[in-house]
């Protein structure tokens, strides 16, 4: 069992997945608005990790949507400045164990990092339907800022 920073936009359904999916495997959650924290570029960057730029970003950010940012075409420096300055663009969510960090969620990384096998036989039937679930799309991306 392991203790989880965990950094949402509350509201978010697949936010609410994921810490559904933690929490059954045991995980102790403390949950952060990913929106309202106080980011540094130094402590930000840390989540991404060695992860490409584009791999940064959440999809479905209203700007990313519109075409107004293109992370394809974004440098390190200029992606962390944008995403500062509108957390929206941030891929969620950012989570911490001890000093891993990772962004977004694919559940075979988590898996294999802090492990999602249920605790007991009442939350399995929950946590395999979860996991065989896409838990990085938003889902209601289409009609709010989401």
């Known amino acids: 069992m392991a203790k989880v920073v965990f950094y949402e936009k509350p509201g978010c359904k697949n936010n609410t997945k994921q810490k559904t999916l933690l929490e059954a495997a045991g995980h102790q959650l403390e949950t952060h608005n990913l929106l309202k924290e106080t980011w540094t570029k130094d402590n930000l ?7 490409p ?8 950010a209203p700007k990313v949507k519109s ?4 992370p394809e075409q974004i440098d390190a420096e200029t992606a962390l400045t944008m995403m500062l300055s509108d957390p929206l663009l941030i891929r969620r969510p950012l989570m911490q ?4 960090r990772e962004v977004g969620f694919d559940v075979e990384i988590v898996n294999n990092w802090v492990g999602l096998q249920a605790v007991d036989e009442t ?3 929950k946590s395999e339907e979860l996991m065989s679930q896409d838990l990085q799309t938003c889902p209601n991306s289409h ?3 989401h």
Request: glycine content about 14%; proline content about 0%.
């Open 45 to 51: 960057r840390l989540f991404f990790g060695d992860r």
């Open 53 to 60: 730029v584009v791999e940064w970003f959440n999809k479905a």
């Open 67 to 70: 075409g107004e940012v293109v």
């Open 97 to 100: 164990v001890g000093d891993r």
């Open 123 to 125: 939350q399995r039937e």
């Open 143 to 145: 009609h709010h800022g």
